[in-house]
């Protein structure tokens, strides 16, 4: 029997679900270019603050900290989860086995992370997301309460470990527990900065190494908001957006109001108290609630906007449909101007609003262009290909 591998053609597709995502994509921007522009990770080994994120500076990393950072991944996850399902509820129509295709293309997803994260930034999310994504497989045919369900409880478990754990470094913070030194595990970015390309291949080696140490950590929270958006996806809320309008004004109180007082202690803790091992701990708060929340109000408040001016709609739908693309572009365009130009830890937080707002926009006139021309991005034809074995015709 000859498997049907092709991609499924919809003339239905939710142009709202891609500008949600091309809206993910510039928070995703905004928060990344602190790590684009100077030491920021270096930092947190160190515990240091280079002038960049310090004095006035400081501002503007606390209003990033507080309503863009783990917000807008979380979006980002979000989304993921809901295009899981789309993806396997649509290869569902065509004969072959459904799910060796999405682990095919799982697969070809962690390659192009690993080399994003090897051979451009370290602080690749394309590892985790694709790693994650097969555990979804798992849940595709559960009830979507079930789904709700388990994502509430990671969610709660991980809430209250945290708040547990803060308890305990708060209670013993005045142990003196000798001097502890300050290690930045071999990563030294300045020098990598004013370095020769290997050297940056070489930083990038280092730090994604402790990132994916870490990330084994974020997987139960990633896949949570995997869950959610699977849940979306199941009850086919984004194919109804009209007729649930007062339950997403119900997501963006709660969301935002909940979320936003949590991110606001958190967002004070990563600016100016990650020196401090209670406040340290205390800011994963971020990703098990704070985030979370605010990123269901986000969806929620922007799908409402977007209802009112369809416009904004077709401005951001080019940029999130090919949003592979975009996202690793970000990356090229960041890299090349901080450390092509020299310009690393050398532009005050201050400018990072402009900086990713002019990047954003030349995403979007860029995006269009391509998108008149071409069915998909040059990234998520690539993927396509590979993950359906054929060549795909890419212009319209």
Same mark, same amino acid.
């Given at each position: 029997?000859q498997?049907?591998y092709?991609?499924?053609?919809?003339?239905?597709?939710?142009?709202?679900?891609?500008?949600?995502?091309?809206f993910?994509?510039?928070?995703?921007?905004?928060?990344?270019?602190?790590?684009?522009?100077?030491?920021?990770?270096?930092?947190?080994?160190?515990?240091?603050?280079?002038?960049?994120?310090s004095?006035?500076?400081?501002?503007?990393?606390?209003?990033?900290?507080?309503?863009?950072?783990s917000? *807008?991944?979380?979006?980002f996850? *979000?989304?993921?989860?809901?295009?899981?399902?789309?993806?396997l509820?649509?290869?569902?129509?065509?004969?072959?086995?459904?799910?060796l295709?999405?682990?095919?293309?799982?697969?070809i997803?962690?390659?192009?992370?690993?080399?994003?994260?090897?051979f451009?930034?370290?602080?690749?999310?394309?590892?985790?997301?694709?790693?994650?994504?097969?555990?979804?497989?798992?849940f595709?045919?559960?009830?979507?309460?079930?789904?709700?369900?388990?994502?509430?409880?990671?969610l709660?478990?991980?809430?209250? *470990?945290?708040?547990?754990?803060?308890?305990?470094?708060?209670?013993?913070?005045?142990?003196?527990?000798?001097?502890? %030194?300050?290690?930045?595990?071999?990563?030294d970015m300045?020098?990598?900065?004013?370095?020769?390309?290997?050297e940056?291949?070489?930083l990038?080696?280092?730090?994604?190494?402790?990132?994916?140490?870490?990330?084994?950590?974020?997987v139960?929270?990633?896949?949570?908001i995997?869950?959610?958006?699977?849940?979306?996806?199941?009850?086919?809320?984004?194919?109804?957006?009209?007729?649930i309008?007062?339950?997403l004004?119900?997501?963006?109180? /709660?969301?935002?109001?909940?979320?936003?007082?949590?991110?606001?202690?958190?967002?004070y803790?990563?600016?100016?108290?990650?020196?401090?091992?209670?406040?340290?701990?205390?800011?994963?708060?971020?990703y098990?609630?704070?985030?979370?929340?605010?990123? /269901?109000?986000?969806?929620?408040?922007?799908?409402?906007?977007?209802?009112?001016?369809e416009g904004?709609?077709?401005?951001?739908?080019?940029?999130g449909?090919m949003?592979?693309?975009?996202?690793?572009?970000?990356?090229? /365009?960041?890299?090349?101007?901080?450390?092509?130009?020299?310009?690393?830890?050398?532009?005050?937080?201050?400018?990072f %609003?402009?900086?990713?707002l002019?990047?954003?926009?030349l995403?979007?006139?860029?995006?269009?262009?391509?998108?008149?021309?071409?069915?998909?991005?040059?990234?998520?034809?690539?993927?396509?290909?590979?993950?359906?074995?054929?060549?795909?015709?890419?212009?319209?």
């Amino acid at each position: 029997m000859q498997h049907d591998y092709s991609p499924v053609q919809s003339s239905t597709r939710v142009f709202e679900i891609d500008a949600v995502r091309g809206f993910a994509l510039f928070g995703i921007l905004m928060m990344n270019i602190m790590s684009f522009a100077g030491p920021h990770m270096e930092d947190q080994l160190t515990m240091n603050t280079s002038d960049i994120y310090s004095g006035t500076n400081s501002i503007v990393i606390f209003l990033i900290n507080t309503l863009v950072t783990s917000n *807008f991944y979380t979006m980002f996850s *979000f989304l993921f989860g809901l295009g899981f399902y789309i993806f396997l509820s649509r290869a569902e129509k065509k004969s072959g086995s459904t799910y060796l295709l999405f682990i095919r293309r799982m697969i070809i997803l962690l390659v192009i992370g690993i080399i994003h994260a090897v051979f451009i930034w370290y602080g690749d999310i394309l590892t985790v997301y694709a790693i994650t994504g097969l555990l979804l497989i798992f849940f595709y045919r559960l009830p979507p309460k079930f789904n709700l369900a388990i994502s509430f409880v990671i969610l709660l478990l991980g809430t209250v *470990f945290v708040l547990l754990l803060t308890l305990l470094m708060f209670s013993i913070r005045d142990v003196d527990m000798g001097a502890l %030194p300050a290690s930045g595990y071999g990563v030294d970015m300045m020098a990598a900065a004013a370095g020769s390309y290997g050297e940056i291949i070489s930083l990038n080696i280092s730090i994604f190494g402790l990132m994916m140490t870490n990330n084994i950590v974020m997987v139960p929270l990633v896949l949570a908001i995997f869950l959610i958006g699977l849940y979306a996806g199941q009850k086919g809320y984004f194919e109804r957006l009209s007729s649930i309008r007062g339950m997403l004004w119900k997501v963006v109180v /709660l969301g935002i109001g909940i979320g936003l007082p949590i991110k606001l202690a958190t967002g004070y803790g990563m600016t100016y108290g990650m020196d401090d091992p209670v406040w340290s701990i205390a800011t994963m708060l971020a990703y098990t609630a704070g985030g979370p929340l605010m990123s /269901l109000g986000y969806i929620a408040l922007f799908l409402l906007i977007l209802g009112r001016f369809e416009g904004l709609t077709r401005l951001l739908q080019p940029v999130g449909q090919m949003a592979l693309t975009n996202y690793i572009m970000q990356s090229v /365009l960041m890299i090349v101007l901080f450390f092509g130009f020299d310009l690393f830890n050398t532009i005050g937080a201050v400018w990072f %609003p402009l900086i990713v707002l002019a990047t954003f926009m030349l995403q979007i006139v860029l995006s269009h262009i391509w998108m008149k021309a071409f069915s998909y991005g040059p990234l998520e034809w690539i993927w396509r290909i590979l993950t359906y074995g054929r060549i795909l015709p890419i212009k319209k």
